[in-house]
């Protein structure tokens, strides 16, 4: 079982791969000056690294692949599926998601050492002119492929964006992140200022901080075609 849970994986970063020059396509990146897991608050590199990805998207399911270059743990490789959907008010995304690991020198196509992840997310938009806010709830089951161990969390929170003006806007959502598995948690907030610089590439900058961690900016950018 293990050792075909990375063939899977491949095959979902092919199919992305082999989409991207279809239509509903985005493909994005960032640099920041470290690399931070915020939902288990922990810094992966307190090195530079340069991320980027395209993510293909039809109808309701959305595919992902990202490649992240540093050093140490900053490089990574991840493949990522969403299903969004919605049942009355309230907005639901499941994802399953691979993320080829290189926490020990060499090791990034080396299996031992990947995580597979999925989760279910619920949230409630509300509305009001140009602020919209979101009480969310996520829960997330982690699963170690042979060296990390699983892990399961929690984590209520709120989402909220604001429209600035046609071309400007924030977005953000605070979160509190519960491991059940090992009974700790952490307080986590990322943020976005995004301008639209044309009508089909957004320049952003990034804030991500969690109360265990230093805080990051990144500057980044996302590009529809």
Request: proline residues 6%; charged residues 20%; positive net charge.
């Given at each position: 079982m293990r050792n075909s849970i990375p063939v899977l994986s491949i095959l979902i970063l092919s199919l992305c791969a082999g989409e991207a020059f279809a239509a509903n396509n985005v493909f994005y990146g960032k640099i920041a000056p470290k690399y931070v897991l915020g939902d288990v608050a922990i810094v992966a590199s307190p090195d530079p690294v340069i991320q980027s990805g395209i993510t293909h998207t039809a109808g309701k399911w959305s595919f992902d692949g990202l490649g992240s270059v540093g050093k140490g743990a900053g490089n990574e490789l991840d493949a990522s599926v969403f299903y969004d959907t919605k049942a009355g008010p309230v907005k639901l995304q499941f994802s399953g998601q691979y993320y080829f690991l290189n926490l020990h020198d060499g090791s990034l196509f080396d299996p031992s050492d990947d995580l597979i992840e999925v989760y279910a997310d619920a949230s409630i938009p509300?509305?009001?002119?140009?602020?919209?806010?979101?009480?969310?709830?996520?829960?997330?089951?982690?699963f170690g492929?042979?060296?990390?161990?699983?892990?399961?969390?929690?984590?209520?929170?709120?989402?909220?964006s604001f429209q600035a003006m046609d071309r400007l806007s924030f977005s953000g959502d605070l979160r509190d992140s519960i491991n059940l598995t090992s009974k700790t948690s952490a307080m986590r907030f990322s943020g976005v200022a995004a301008w639209r610089a044309t009508s089909t590439t957004t320049l952003k900058l990034g804030y991500d901080d969690t109360n265990k961690t230093p805080a990051v900016f990144s500057l980044g950018f996302a590009k529809t075609f």
């Open positions: 509300l509305t009001h002119g140009r602020f919209t806010v979101a009480p969310m709830f996520r829960a997330i089951q982690m492929v042979d060296e990390l161990k699983d892990a399961t969390l929690v984590q209520p929170g709120v989402r909220g």
